[in-house]
């Protein structure tokens, strides 16, 4: 048994130095896969394990203060191999405590003591908060056992406590004086996991999700004017509904075509519901959100998903329908499209609510999304995160790229294939908002942490750089083996936590390629993608790959006649050759050339022919739009400058930075991702910046 013993221990460390010969392995991972809770064909391990919650909570919600007082009935079940000694309880309203860190600036009134706690029991028996069992730092509890949970056990907590919902519209929030959005409300149990144990990252606004699977049953008492939308399913209508509501709400649960199930002739002086308590149920979620208001229309419909109805509901401002009269459509045709094409794996709960009311953007929850507007690629992008990291429950705190960077590529495929009809590669979609962290210090390598990204290069290394990097990794294995590979990745992971090795070893498992070429730089290691012409004798063009990440290089050139030449190389043709040859037909009509102008690039000013100095040499750049452009609504500012005889937009809090060309009447970024236009006609310049890639046009005026 001893050799059998020893045998498997070779095999696992001959195994182990394998992988890490291709590229760097921290040693609480490799602790996982000595463990066998993870495996290296991107499986769940055979010893796979996490721990889980049931939530029984009773709330009731004061609109007028703003208050929630609430108690929670606890089970905590150990999966885990380890008897546990301490429980972490989340606070994440103690954010807002005084002397408390947050990463961003809030509503000076929301500044308070935190959650006030009136009980918390144990097995049954009180707690002395201010005893030596007891620690509360930051967003955390701390609780230290008499007598461990033992593996296979479970424990009983009993917590009630007091909060108010914040008037810092951030994620959650007031939205208005009678409306609101309602998260990290209630005492939540932290995760415990088979990589780094007890997660205690403080809340701070930036990073968001890593929760347990839990179970829920919440019942709310509120005023009979407000009706509430929630995680999970209403459980009481009838008690809670008049006829004519009732009858609105049982016919959209099949309803194909939008229904108002609460519209604005409801919503007249004495509306009121039959009831005030509202109890929903939600099983196999990570969290529990709700939205409440009394003069907001509800609208509704349902979709078909692997034969079960999903009642999708549009909530917003009473007043203006028709303003947001596509969005129910469009979550429809959105979660069509999810279930059966891309990532076509069926929507997994039985309901999804919007609800409008944030400052800008976006937030998801379980079922639930919380947005400024109806616009169609917020809408996709808030339902994709039911994906991840609701289904697959992924360490957003920590590796953020493995669910808003799926979000945002997933948010532009489907938009583009499904609304715009436009199946093209979208690796060219990304300059903009890639290019222009590059190679900087701050572009540090993907598998960093997320926990120490900071506001200039969050957002990059969350969204866009992943999103980039997906959207390499498609053009490498082509639509079939792209999905294959991405369907199986959520089909394994569903209802678990994978980390980035997880991926990494699934796609490889599926396309059975060694996928290192790509990970080690773009994850591992610093660097950036720099191409650039190099000779053109004839018909062959050279180009010069001087940068460490791989890229598709795309050769687009302009004939004398009208006529013109397009090109790609995979990344995986270009990865490791210093310069390689590309043949241009009918070289002696060549006009134009350029590669990679829609592509990150270190250098763009090297990637064309004739350079895009001599194309501007004639070019009068007029002095008047130079200067600092204040964002409405984003609280950031565009600079755009002359610079080596080039004009630049640059977004210093996006991490934008790139190339403008003037065409017509407007100015266009290389990609064509990004226009603007001026307006010079008032007191002060002003600019509309359409950011084609996120479906937005943002408005400026010269500071």
Same mark, same amino acid.
């Given at each position: 048994m001893r050799k059998v013993f020893a045998l498997i221990t070779l095999i696992l460390c001959v195994s182990l130095m394998a992988q890490e010969k291709r590229f760097f392995m921290p040693k609480e991972m490799q602790k996982a896969y000595k463990n066998g809770t993870r495996s290296y064909d991107g499986m769940p391990g055979k010893n796979y394990w996490h721990n889980t919650v049931d939530y029984d909570i009773i709330a009731s919600v004061d609109p007028e203060t703003r208050s929630i007082n609430g108690a929670s009935i606890i089970k905590y079940q150990n999966n885990s191999p380890d008897d546990l000694s301490a429980i972490v309880v989340r606070l994440y309203n103690d954010v807002y405590k005084k002397g408390n860190t947050r990463l961003t600036t809030i509503d000076e009134r929301d500044v308070n003591d935190g959650i006030t706690l009136n009980m918390v029991q144990v097995r049954g028996d009180s707690i002395d908060l201010e005893g030596s069992s007891v620690t509360r730092s930051g967003t955390n509890l701390f609780l230290r056992l008499d007598e461990p949970v033992k593996s296979g056990e479970s424990i009983e907590l009993a917590i009630n406590w007091e909060t108010v919902i914040p008037y810092t519209n951030r994620r959650t929030g007031v939205a208005d004086s009678t409306s609101f959005f309602v998260a990290y409300w209630y005492p939540q149990i932290a995760v415990y996991d088979d990589v780094f144990g007890w997660d205690t990252q403080n809340y701070t606004f930036r990073t968001e999700f890593y929760n347990n699977l839990a179970n829920f049953s919440v019942e709310f008492s509120a005023p009979e004017s407000f !009706?509430? *939308?929630? =995680?999970?399913?209403?459980?009481?209508?009838?008690? $809670? +509904?008049?006829? /004519?509501?009732?009858?609105?709400?049982? =016919?959209?649960? !099949?309803? =194909? &075509?939008?229904? /108002?199930?609460?519209g604005g002739d409801d919503l007249k002086d004495g509306f009121e519901h039959k009831s005030g308590t509202w109890k929903f149920k939600a099983d196999e979620v990570p969290d529990f959100a709700f939205a409440m208001s009394d003069h907001y229309d509800w609208n509704a419909a349902s979709q078909k998903v692997n034969g079960e109805d999903v009642l999708i509901s549009s909530v917003y401002p009473t007043g203006n329908p028709q303003a947001f009269a596509a969005m129910t459509p469009n979550q429809q045709k959105t979660m069509k499209h999810f279930s &059966?094409?891309?990532?076509? $794996?069926?929507?997994?709960?039985?309901? +999804? =609510? !919007? +609800?409008?009311?944030?400052? %800008?953007?976006g937030m998801e929850f379980p079922m639930m999304a919380y947005n400024g507007g109806p616009g169609l690629g917020v809408t996709v992008h808030e339902m994709f995160h039911m994906y991840f990291p609701m289904y697959v429950r992924v360490n957003e705190r920590r590796f953020a790229w493995m669910d808003e960077g799926w979000a945002d590529y997933v948010t532009s495929l489907v938009t583009n294939r499904f609304f715009q009809n436009d199946s093209s590669d979208l690796f060219t979609n990304y300059k903009g908002s890639v290019g222009g962290m590059q190679g900087q210090y701050e572009d540090l390598p993907l598998f960093s942490s997320s926990q120490f990204m900071d506001g200039t290069n969050y957002g990059y290394s969350a969204y866009s750089l992943p999103a980039f990097i997906y959207s390499v990794l498609h053009q490498h294995l082509g639509d079939e083996m792209f999905f294959k590979a991405y369907k199986e990745y959520i089909n394994r992971w569903a209802k678990k936590s994978p980390i980035p090795f997880d991926f990494f070893y699934t796609f490889e498992d599926v396309s059975g390629q060694d996928l290192s070429w790509l990970w080690k730089p773009w994850f591992f290691e610093f660097g950036a993608p720099d191409v650039k012409i190099g000779e053109l004798k004839k018909d062959k063009l050279t180009i010069i790959n001087s940068g460490s990440r791989p890229v598709p290089v795309k050769v687009d050139v302009n004939y004398n006649d009208g006529t013109d030449f397009s090109t790609t190389l995979s990344s995986k043709d270009i990865y490791g050759k210093k310069e390689f040859e590309v043949t241009i037909p009918e070289y002696k009509k060549i006009e134009t050339i350029a590669v990679n102008a829609s592509v990150p690039d270190l250098d763009d000013t090297n990637n064309f022919f004739p350079s895009l100095q001599e194309r501007m040499a004639s070019v009068n750049i007029p002095e008047s739009i130079l200067g600092t452009y204040a964002i409405a609504n984003f609280n950031i500012n565009a600079i755009l400058e002359k610079e080596d005889g080039l004009v630049k937009v640059k977004v210093p809090?996006? %991490?934008?930075?790139? $190339?403008?060309?003037?065409?017509? /009447?407007? *100015?266009?970024?290389?990609? %064509?991702? $990004?226009?603007?236009? +001026? /307006? &010079?006609?008032?007191?002060? !310049?002003?600019?509309?910046? &359409?950011?084609k890639q996120f479906g937005v046009t943002v408005q400026g005026t010269k500071e």
């Open positions: !009706t509430i *939308w929630a =995680t999970g399913v209403l459980q009481n209508p009838g008690d $809670v +509904f008049n006829n /004519d509501i009732l009858d609105r709400y049982n =016919t959209a649960l !099949t309803a =194909t &075509e939008p229904l /108002d199930i609460i &059966e094409d891309i990532p076509g $794996v069926p929507y997994p709960y039985p309901r +999804f =609510t !919007t +609800f409008i009311g944030l400052g %800008g953007g809090a996006a %991490g934008m930075n790139m $190339v403008v060309l003037p065409k017509e /009447d407007k *100015w266009q970024s290389l990609d %064509g991702q $990004v226009i603007i236009v +001026f /307006d &010079e006609s008032g007191d002060k !310049t002003s600019m509309n910046m &359409e950011l």
